[in-house]
T-cell receptor, first 115, second 118 residues
Framework: DTEVTQTPKHLVMGMTNKKSLKCEQH?????MYWYKQKAKKPPELMFV???????INESVPSRFSPECPNSSLLNLHLHALQPEDSALYLC??????????????FGPGTRLLVL | AQKITQTQPGMFVQEKEAVTLDCTYD???????LFWYKQPSSGEMIFLIY??????QNATEGRYSLNFQKARKSANLVISASQLGDSAMYFC???????????????FGKGTHLIIQP
């Protein structure tokens, strides 16, 4: 089973709202990722968690706040977003075996619209 | 810094024909992984195939094969006997090898929009 789930599938929010995106996997993976994908562009890495610790932050604005409560869950908290933050947000996970390249398995994504 | 180049923004192919999607890469890492993903209009990124930089054999997964030419830094995806359901965006991606800190993210090319015609 290579399933990664994401909720919600669609989200519309105002610039003053606070919302959260949720990602879950039950494959025993210990690395989880957030990517942002604008229309007609490739995904861009935002954050990497390895063994529940934030290991990579690609200089993402502080209005995006990631959280990894346990090895199966990854959240992305959103606050005071801008219209240009509208995008598809993809979550992925991988085994986190050190010393080896890793296949990342993606969820279906959350389509976010900021008004 | 790594870079992935996909030079075919779009391709039209007749059903049942073979398709080759081009991918070249640039990296200073000795150890790296190359991946191909399929993204239908629904948005989900579907893993297709993986090639490690030290793998001597070209990877194959069903109808998918990866033509890996390390000296030329190319990792082309070949889809045999294309089907209508193969219509999608295809991304070539690279992950660095172990960096000492755990998992690394993927760097993606710009993608190729493949359309299979009946």
């Amino acid at each position: 089973d290579t399933e990664v789930t994401q909720t919600p599938k669609h989200l519309v929010m105002g610039m003053t709202n606070k919302k959260s995106l949720k990602c879950e996997q039950h494959m025993g993976h210990r690395a989880m990722y957030w990517y942002k994908q604008k229309a007609k562009k490739p995904p861009e890495l935002m954050f990497v968690y390895s063994y529940e610790k934030l290991s990579i932050n690609e200089s993402v604005p502080s209005r995006f706040s990631p959280e990894c409560p346990n090895s199966s869950l990854l959240n992305l908290h959103l606050h005071a977003l801008q219209p240009e933050d509208s995008a598809l947000y993809l979550c992925a996970s991988s085994q986190a075996q050190t010393g080896r390249e890793e296949t990342q398995y993606f969820g279906p994504g959350t389509r976010l619209l900021v008004l | 810094a790594q870079k992935i180049t996909q030079t075919q923004p779009g391709m039209f192919v007749q059903e049942k024909e073979a398709v080759t999607l081009d991918c070249t890469y640039d990296t200073s890492d000795q150890s790296y992984g190359l991946f191909w993903y399929k993204q239908p209009s629904s948005g989900e990124m579907i893993f297709l195939i993986y090639q490690g930089s030290y793998d001597e054999q070209n990877a194959t997964e069903g109808r998918y094969s990866l033509n890996f030419q390390k000296a030329r830094k190319s990792a082309n995806l070949v889809i045999s006997a294309s089907q209508l359901g193969d219509s999608a965006m295809y991304f070539c991606a690279m992950e660095r090898g172990y960096s000492g800190g755990g998992a690394d993210g993927l760097t993606f090319g710009k993608g190729t929009h493949l359309i299979i015609q009946p």
